[in-house]
Nanobody
Framework: QVQLAESGGGLVQAGGSLRLSCTPS???????MGWFRQAPGKEREFVGA????????DYADSVKGRFTISRDYTKNAVYLQMISLKPEDTAVYYC??????????????????WGQGTQVTVSS
């Protein structure tokens, strides 16, 4: 069974940093991988994504300049480096994988495989 496992979440003070990891098991993902988040009482929203082969990235305006997505070919893993965290970044963060080329990076429906999520809490 194909799975994505997120790790690295936790509690951090405003202005702090965290790095989330997403590691697949069962197969490799070679198209695009994205990060989404869902805060309490809100809909899940796009955070950022990376196209695996080209390495090109896209970010939501709310995190641009603070969050960086990178990939590790050897581990087939994707990372979300978050700096200058704000209380409004508090959410459950999910990684997701696309299983075809040239899909819209920002649309949830274009992602076929999802992780269970990891909680990020930023205290003020």
């Amino acid at each position: 069974q194909v799975q994505l496992a997120e790790s690295g979440g936790g509690l951090v003070q405003a202005g702090g940093s965290l790095r989330l990891s997403c590691t697949p098991s069962g197969r490799s993902f070679n198209y695009a991988m994205g990060w989404f988040r869902q805060a309490p009482g809100k809909e899940r929203e796009f955070v950022g994504a990376i196209r695996w082969s080209a390495g090109s990235t896209d970010y939501a305006d709310s995190v641009k300049g603070r969050f960086t997505i990178s990939r590790d070919y050897t581990k087939n893993a994707v990372y979300l480096q978050m700096i200058s965290l704000k209380p409004e970044d508090t959410a459950v963060y999910y990684c997701a994988a696309q299983t075809a080329f040239y899909r819209d990076l920002r649309r949830e429906g274009e992602y076929s495989v999802w992780g269970q999520g990891t909680q990020v809490t930023v205290s003020s």
